[in-house]
């Protein structure tokens, strides 16, 4: 078989030697603790689970949906960017649903990256960025977002000719996998950059409603004369427990919102329409239930962020997201590290090094698991004597 030379450019996927680790641990009778994944624990909300039992039952919903998503969820999406942002949108030219947010994400590199293009991505980041580009035939450049400057890029450090040549530019607060927030100078600074270079600034909002302590995240579309270069997409997957549903939607740019559905068109056929209407009706949810969520993330994040200072870990409070970004102890590499954690404590945690080269040196907490399950991980730590200070010693 000749595969597309494409395929060999992409980098090895770690978490697939990730799983490989896990089988071989599970062999030895491990039992083994996942913190590895961002998918929640717990149930859709329940708005969407009843209203999904009235939209199956519908025969109007079983057929091919239209390409763009249904007038209902593309209305409904624009009405929630106006309540949620004051965001004005036309639900015709600039709204369009997608399979969850991965694949618009992978494709809109398609509609707007050629051969020779670069892009901009933060490093770390979610690997889609990175992959989709290589896959589109262009070059990924990194913008590192670094501890001291609160995770977020510095767009003064991209050198000229490269924004000369760059396409498009991504950006997502919070932040996966740094869990780190931005206000709206940040996307304010994004848009100038964007405007200057005639780059598409494509923002992943897909933990905007997972914020706390007072935290609320912002949309690059209010910034003024944001939609003259800019798009955001939006996921049910995280905000309303929906990750299998497959659901979400791009807003913003109208040409940029036309291209991606061009390549769209040629590719997917659409959102399942009851999913649609299930997903309309998130936006109508009383608050509680996102608050419900919130507030049990919020207590698992004060569990683990204590237990870990405990540990010698110098965590700052995270805003927003369920993840925990966390230096590796000294001396060791983040594979390294998460082989420790593996094979001394049976918790998987991914290696910084998955999310791109300024991943190295740290790993990630899922916080994806209840209290008792969170607790269980730190006293194993303990027990393993794991902790921040830990030297290499204690490897044999
Ligand atoms: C930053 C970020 N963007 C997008 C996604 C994709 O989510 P979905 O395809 O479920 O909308 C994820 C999933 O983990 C993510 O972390």
Redesign the pocket.
């Known amino acids: 078989m000749r595969q597309s030379e494409r395929l060999n450019k992409i980098p090895p996927y770690l978490f697939a030697e990730i799983d490989r680790k896990i089988a071989e641990a599970k062999a030895k009778g491990i039992d083994v603790i996942s913190l590895g994944i ?1 998918d929640p624990d717990t149930p859709t909300i329940p708005t969407v689970v009843e209203e999904m039992h009235k939209a199956i039952d519908e025969p109007k919903n079983h057929d091919y949906p239209s390409y763009n998503g249904s007038e209902q969820f593309r209305k409904a999406s624009c009405k929630w960017m106006k309540e949620r942002f004051g965001v004005d949108l036309d639900a015709n030219t600039e709204m369009l649903a997608n399979i ?4 618009a ?1 992978a494709h809109v590199f398609f509609a707007f990256v050629d051969a020779g293009d670069y892009t901009l991505i933060p490093d770390p980041g ?1 690997p ?1 960025y990175k992959n989709a580009t290589i896959f589109a035939g262009g070059t990924p450049y990194s913008m590192p977002l670094l501890a001291e400057n609160n995770w977020l890029p510095d767009f003064d450090k991209i050198p000229e000719e490269i924004a000369k040549k760059s396409k498009l530019m991504f950006l ?1 607060y919070p ?2 996998p740094t869990g780190a927030v931005c206000d709206l100078d940040l996307f304010k600074k994004a848009v100038d950059f964007c405007k200057k270079y005639d780059i598409l600034l494509c923002h ?1 909002q ?2 905007c409603e997972m914020t706390y302590d007072g935290y609320v995240a912002p949309s690059v579309l209010e910034v003024e004369g944001a939609k003259d270069v800019a798009i955001e ?1 939006f ?4 905000s309303y427990n929906m ?1 299998g549903w ?1 659901v ?1 939607f791009v807003c913003g740019n109208a040409q940029a919102i036309k291209a991606l559905g061009t390549i769209k068109n040629n590719i997917d056929s659409g959102v399942f329409k009851a999913i649609q209407q299930a997903a309309s009706k998130a936006y109508e949810a009383p608050k509680e239930q996102i608050e419900k969520l919130n507030k049990m993330y919020k207590e698992r994040r004060d569990v683990a962020e204590a237990g870990l200072r405990e540990l010698g870990w110098d965590v700052k409070t995270s805003k927003a997201t369920f993840y925990l970004w966390l230096p590796v102890p000294k001396g060791f590499t983040s594979e390294e590290f998460a082989t420790v954690m593996l094979e001394r404590a049976g918790v998987v945690v991914p290696p910084g090094n998955g999310y791109g080269t300024y991943g190295e040196g740290y790993f990630r907490i899922a916080l994806t698991k209840d209290i008792e399950t969170i607790k269980k991980v730190l006293s194993r730590m303990k027990e393993a004597g794991i902790s921040f200070n830990m030297g290499r010693a204690v490897i044999k």
Do not use: M, P
């Open positions: 961002g969850g947010s991965k694949e994400i979610y889609v997502n932040n996966n992943d897909a933990y997409f996921s049910h997957s995280k990750t497959r979400g």
